[in-house]
């Protein structure tokens, strides 16, 4: 059944969207602006040169308390938030018994809760897991009268410095609770489109009228869903439902480092003996990056095939890469066929079209370290 625009809920900027000119469709439930009037091609450039404003109040804002809350959240997902400095962002996910990701998501530690940041599409399934999965007395609150806004691009400090000067020193994933202009905000030096910049969670109720004084700058424009998916892409992130899913583990999908040190030591935590087996005996397929000739980009769905024609994989995700200025994509392959040069085919309506496997990111990151 297709949604329908009175199926559809909105985010506290519908109204923004549509005065700017959004094109707005069905996402994750929502009704979202894919781009604006200036097109993803300018939008996207616009954030890597200057400074981009995303509406992302779709995705699920929770706050986990309780007794020992760390070490009770420890037990659904990998990371280290015991030993975690408060404030100190964590890239994690939650998973199954067999290791595969139910979803991936941002939890932040802080002295008395744990606060998440989670996919929009998943949020209420990712809810009902951590109450059903959590010890009793932990409470799962969605701050569902929450906005999150996403400021991304080299001036992006540069423009909220300017109504908060604490933030230009905030270092890479941390977070913190500050007042600017009179509005209580929890911001976070982090985002998903492989440039420095900030997340900020705030009332919704006063969430347009932040918005509007940031798009007062003239470095600031609205960037819709259409040009913050080949941004990520460009930065060899992973879009949950496409690159991983329940039936990929972290370190088929390339994303080992998110296991904390000390967790791939003490295990403890959904689908451990299979993970920890996968990163000591390695996975016979592995999350890889493609890029291409010319400018067509290779989509999602597109069969990778070798020399002799046989089909070895599938493309998960793909587009033209503005700033690369070629097609880039994410896939999985067998491992012998993983190593950054190796060149492979995608099937675009029937005709094969050569590929090379490549380091990602395809373009440089440029977060803030301090």
């Not at 059903?132 to 969605?142: A, D, F, I, K, S």
């Amino acid at each position: 059944m297709t949604d329908t625009k009175e199926d559809l809920a909105r985010t506290p900027l519908h109204a923004l969207h549509v005065e700017l000119g959004g094109r707005m469709v069905p996402f994750a439930g929502y009704d979202m602006p894919v781009q604006y009037p200036d097109g993803i091609m300018t939008e996207h450039l616009h954030c890597r040169s200057a400074a981009g404003l995303f509406d992302v109040s779709h995705m699920g804002q929770v706050r986990v308390t309780g007794k020992d809350v760390r070490r009770a959240v420890e037990t659904l997902l990998p990371a280290d938030l015991v030993n975690s400095e408060e404030g100190r962002m964590h890239y994690s996910f939650l998973l199954n018994d067999k290791g595969g990701i139910l979803d991936d998501l941002m939890a932040t530690p802080f002295a008395d809760h744990v606060f998440m940041v989670l996919n929009a599409a998943c949020k209420q399934s990712d809810i009902a897991h951590l109450k059903t999965g959590l010890p009793v007395g932990c409470e799962v609150v969605e701050e569902g009268d929450k906005a999150l806004l996403a400021l991304q691009g080299p001036e992006a400090a540069a423009v909220l410095s300017e109504l908060a000067p604490e933030v230009a020193t905030m270092s890479f994933m941390t977070m913190r609770d500050l007042d600017i202009a009179g509005v209580p905000c929890r911001i976070s030096r982090s985002g998903y489109t492989g440039e420095d910049g900030y997340e900020i969670s705030l009332p919704g109720d006063q969430a347009e009228a932040f918005a509007r004084k940031l798009l007062a700058d003239d470095r600031v424009k609205p960037i819709g869903l259409g040009a913050r998916d080949s941004l990520r892409l460009e930065a060899g992130l992973c879009l949950y439902g496409h690159d991983i899913d329940e039936t990929t583990t972290p370190i088929e999908a390339a994303l080992t480092w998110a296991i904390a040190k000390s967790r791939r030591a003490e295990g403890g935590f959904p689908g451990d003996s299979i993970i920890l087996k996968q990163i000591a005996e390695k996975t016979p397929r592995r999350r890889v990056g493609l890029i291409g000739e010319g400018r067509a980009p290779v989509r999602e769905g597109a069969e990778l095939v070798n020399e002799a024609g046989e089909v070895v994989g599938t493309v998960t995700s793909g587009s033209y890469g503005p700033s690369a200025e070629a097609p880039v994509a994410m896939g999985y392959l067998p491992r012998a066929l993983s190593e950054p040069g190796t060149e492979i085919k995608a099937v675009v309506r029937g005709r094969e079209r050569p590929m090379k496997v490549a380091k990602m990111p395809f373009v440089e990151r440029r977060y803030y370290r301090g």
